[in-house]
């Protein structure tokens, strides 16, 4: 069966809002449900996402978190109390993957790319121990104003924070 990665949508989600356990065909779903076909190493796992090393690093340490339900981008993201415990999980564990790897480095960051700038349309926060390596990689990585980009996970947080309930 040939992987593929999910561009543009035009593989699971016909639209943005989609979500799913899994998608056929999803790469990054065949290692969040750890797949036969799969050879990716985990380095973290529980009921909610996976983490492992990025195949193609732009820095020191470059690792991944998914989770493991299909959720096409950061645009899918609403402001529940689900979405932002999921994307407060995801970086809990991103940083305590590279404090532990990479104590020592630079400037750790964590972030997601913007659609039409994702290379995979299954949600994944980037978790950068930099120095960036070779140094013009973090032009992925920088925001480009309303053009998208590269968003950081405060910002994504800030941004599907749930409002407080109001009781009478």
């Known amino acids: 069966m040939r992987k593929t990665f999910c ?7 016909k639209r943005m809002s989609e979500r799913a356990p899994m998608a056929d065909g999803c790469v990054f779903c065949d290692i ?40 096409p981008t950061v645009n899918s993201l609403r402001k529940t109390k689900d979405d932002h415990q999921l994307v407060s999980h995801m970086v809990k564990v ?17 972030g997601f790319h913007q659609p039409p700038f994702n290379s995979v349309d299954h949600l994944h926060l980037h978790c950068l121990a930099l120095p960036f390596m070779p140094s013009w990689r973090q032009v992925k990585y920088t925001p480009l104003g309303p053009l998208g980009g590269f968003i950081e996970a405060e910002k994504i947080l800030e941004r599907i924070k749930p409002e407080a309930e109001v009781y009478s």
């Open 7 to 13: 561009f543009g949508g035009s593989c699971v989600a």
């Open 32 to 71: 969040a449900r750890r797949a036969p076909t799969s050879t990716t190493a985990l380095l973290y796992s529980d009921d909610k996402v996976v983490a492992f090393r990025d195949i193609n690093p732009s820095a020191f340490r470059h690792y991944l978190v998914i989770p493991i339900d299909h959720i």
């Open 94 to 110: 991103g940083k305590d993957l590279l404090n532990q790897d990479a104590p020592n480095s630079e400037e750790h960051r964590f």
